[in-house]
T-cell receptor, first 113, second 115 residues
Framework: SQTIHQWPATLVQPVGSPLSLECTVEGTSNPNLYWYRQAAGRGLQLLFY??????ISSEVPQNLSASRPQDRQFILSSKKLLLSDSGFYLCARDSGGLRETQYFGPGTRLLVL | GENVEQHPSTLSVQEGDSAVIKCTYSDSASNYFPWYKQELGKGPQLIID?????GEKKDQRIAVTLNKTAKHFSLHITETQPEDSAVYFC??????????????FGKGTHLIIQP
C-alpha cells in the first residue's frame, strides 16, 4: 500500500496563530517524503523534503518549518501564520526505487483569516 | 533550476474530441516527465509518465510524447469523456542519483469537457 493520510482535511486559522499539519504514510519503510503548497490557480511548489528521520531540506525560505519525528510521519508547522500561508498543502512520497515517481495525499486546505 | 511552462491554462473541448496539453522545460538534464490529474478538492493523481529514453507512451485514451531536442512534451487525450474534466499538471525531474527528488510542476491546465 502507498496510502498517504493527511489531517485535518480543512483548517481555518487566524493570522498569528500556530499551525501543525500531519502526514502519515503506509508501505515501505524509509520513504522519501515531500510537502508541497498549491496556491489558488497556480501550480505546486515544493516546500520541504525528507530522506529520513530528522532529515529535512527546505526548498524555499518561508514562514513554515517541517519535522520528521518518525519514519512514516511528516509534520508541517508554523509558529505564526500569515495571510499568504493560505493554500492547499499536499504531502507526497516517492516510489522508493524510482524516486521521481511521486504519489500525493488528499491534501489539507488552509485558510488564514 | 528547472522551469516548466504549460499551455493552455484552460482548454474546453466537445465530448468525443481530442485534447492536447503542451509543456516545455528548461533543464536539458531532466529525464523524467510525469502527468498528474487533479480533481476538485483532491490531491493530484499520476496518470502517465515518460522517461527520456522513450519518445512516446500510450495507455488507452491517454498518450504522452517527448521531444528532447526541443525540450517539450505533450499530453494527448482522445475520445474525451465528461470524467476527463479536471486540472492537469505536467512536471519534470532529474534523477540526481541520491536523496530525494522534487518535481518541478507546470501551472496546470483546466480541461473542460463540454457535453
Amino acid at each position: 500500500s502507498q496510502t498517504i493520510h493527511q489531517w485535518p482535511a480543512t483548517l481555518v486559522q487566524p493570522v498569528g496563530s500556530p499551525l501543525s499539519l500531519e502526514c502519515t504514510v503506509e508501505g515501505t519503510s524509509n520513504p522519501n517524503l515531500y510537502w508541497y503548497r498549491q496556491a489558488a490557480g497556480r501550480g505546486l511548489q515544493l516546500l520541504f523534503y525528507s530522506v529520513g528521520i530528522g532529515q529535512i531540506s527546505s526548498e524555499v525560505p518561508q514562514n513554515l518549518s517541517a519535522s520528521r519525528p518518525q519514519d512514516r510521519q511528516f509534520i508541517l508547522s508554523s509558529k505564526k501564520l500569515l495571510l499568504s500561508d493560505s493554500g492547499f498543502y499536499l504531502c507526497a512520497r516517492d516510489s522508493g526505487g524510482l524516486r521521481e515517481t511521486q504519489y500525493f495525499g488528499p491534501g489539507t486546505r488552509l485558510l488564514v483569516l | 533550476g528547472e522551469n516548466v511552462e504549460q499551455h493552455p491554462s484552460t482548454l474546453s473541448v466537445q465530448e468525443g474530441d481530442s485534447a492536447v496539453i503542451k509543456c516545455t522545460y528548461s533543464d536539458s538534464a531532466s529525464n523524467y516527465f510525469p502527468w498528474y490529474k487533479q480533481e476538485l478538492g483532491k490531491g493530484p493523481q499520476l496518470i502517465i509518465d515518460i522517461r527520456s529514453n522513450v519518445g512516446e507512451k500510450k495507455d488507452q485514451r491517454i498518450a504522452v510524447t517527448l521531444n528532447k531536442t526541443a525540450k517539450h512534451f505533450s499530453l494527448h487525450i482522445t475520445e474525451t469523456q465528461p470524467e476527463d474534466s479536471a486540472v492537469y499538471f505536467c512536471a519534470a525531474s532529474m534523477d540526481s542519483g541520491g536523496g530525494a527528488d522534487g518535481l518541478t510542476f507546470g501551472k496546470g491546465t483546466h480541461l473542460i469537457i463540454q457535453p
